[in-house]
């Protein structure tokens, strides 16, 4: 089983690896709601009960087939933790008025998306809401005043950012009288930024843990053309063994997982065999030299 830990130092309790649903409706036999909610049930049974989805995702589509999905199993609301995040506008059918792709964390539109993830889930309370993506446009303390009324209403139980940098994580933290329970941004072999932005120190420094999304580059890590994922691919096929003949996949969970912020992966795949796969990932415990030698075949050339 997954095991559970907590994001922040009071909690939320969630899954060490979290289901994504960013690419849920990708492939339209997996886009039904009985196929959703068969592989919700299969994340909830290898203890993968945290679900990171987005108001944006699917053209503003996936929050519903998950309502209607968890509809279906009548036990799966309780079994699950829900992670949504919010701000993200773009050009959609559902709004002809849009003429240009937009962020807008507002408190104003915080309260109006909350409820309507609610509603679109199915839901009493979130279990996290996350803003999207920094709003430049709107003033930290709007933020704030909107995460808090949030959270007072009994609609959201705890709150936190994606992809902000540090000192926007700061400012805003500044405004809050509740802590931010984690960063979520972009993590993996082929994307170590926030190794070098202060991004994973910060949450550290807080105690709190960031979530790494697309863990596997978003599928890039498979590109046969792509001379880095082919270095890490042998690197990790050379590692196999030694782990018990584990997956590529499973390796570069295990890498992210690794890192001392104590990492929250949130995986990609719609594939049950992966799902299953990726589960061993969270048991897997790298050497010291086994995730530099990843670190290396990511770089092509040695560390300095
Ligand atoms: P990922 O795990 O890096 O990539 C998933 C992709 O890799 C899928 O297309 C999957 O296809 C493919 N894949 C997996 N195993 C494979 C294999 N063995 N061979 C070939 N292809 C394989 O994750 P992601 O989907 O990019 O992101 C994960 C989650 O992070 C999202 O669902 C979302 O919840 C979150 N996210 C958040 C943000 C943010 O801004 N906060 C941004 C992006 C993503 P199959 O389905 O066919 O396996």
Known sequence: MIPHINLGPQGPSVSQLVYGTW??????????????????????????T?????????GYDVEERLGEAMKLSPTLKQRLQIITKLGIYVPNHRHPERTVAFYNASAERIEKSVDKSLRLLGVDALDVVLIHRPDWFCAASDTAT?????????????????????????????RLSMPLVTNQVELNLLQMGSLYDGTLDQCQQRGIRPMAWSPLGGGRLFDPNDAAASR???TCAALSDKYGGVSVSSLVHAWVLAHP????????????????????????????????????????????
């Open 23 to 48: 690419r849920l409706l990708a492939e339209p036999e997996l886009a039904t709601a009985s196929a959703i909610e068969r592989r919700l049930n299969l994340c909830a049974d290898l203890g993968m």
């Open 50 to 58: 945290t679900i990171d989805t987005a108001e944006v995702y699917g």
């Open 146 to 174: 909107g995460l808090e009324r949030v959270v007072a209403a009994g609609k959201v139980k705890a709150v936190g950012v994606s992809n902000y940098t540090v000192s926007q994580f700061e400012l805003l933290q500044s």
């Open 232 to 234: 890490i691919r042998q």
């Open 261 to 304: 912020s104590g990492c929250v992966p949130v995986i990609g795949t719609n594939k049950e065999d992966r799902i299953r796969d990726l589960a061993g990932a969270a048991h897997l415990k790298l050497d010291r030299q086994d995730w530099y030698a990843l670190w290396e075949a990511a770089k092509g050339h040695r560390i300095p």
